[in-house]
Nanobody, 126 residues
């Protein structure tokens, strides 16, 4: 899947929105699931949202359901995470990831993903 480059992080007040973007340079982007993970200091990465290869299936961790939306554009090799109604507990480093093992949303562990972006910081102030 090659290089993944994220953008869109920043600092916002609680209740506001941010949109994260991830560009893949891989030749088979449309064949595999994509995911957004986040990591708090001193903790393991957790899957926040996952989208299947064709965008028809999605998974969200409970804490972001109804607030975050993952989407992808296979014509542009892009995946997005729209984050609305942000909360201070959403403050973390967010990573884009691609899997060579999963086409759907079954991969929930960091070890299920083979390529990672550099991470983008999201800070939500109260």
């Amino acid at each position: 899947q090659g290089q993944l480059v994220e953008s869109g992080g920043g600092t916002v007040q609680a209740g506001k929105s941010l949109r994260l973007s991830c560009k893949s340079s891989g030749p088979r982007f449309s064949s595999y699931a994509m995911a957004w993970f986040r990591q708090y200091p001193g903790q393991d990465r957790e899957a926040v949202a996952i989208i299947s290869y064709n965008g028809e299936l999605t998974y969200y961790t409970d804490s972001v359901k109804g607030r975050f939306t993952i989407s992808r554009d296979n014509t542009e090799n892009m995946v997005y995470l729209q984050m609305n109604n942000l909360k201070p507990e959403d403050t973390a480093t967010y990573y884009c990831a691609s899997s060579l093992n999963y086409a759907s949303t079954g991969g929930r562990r960091p070890s299920d993903y083979h390529y990672w972006g550099q991470g983008t910081q999201v800070t939500v102030s109260s």
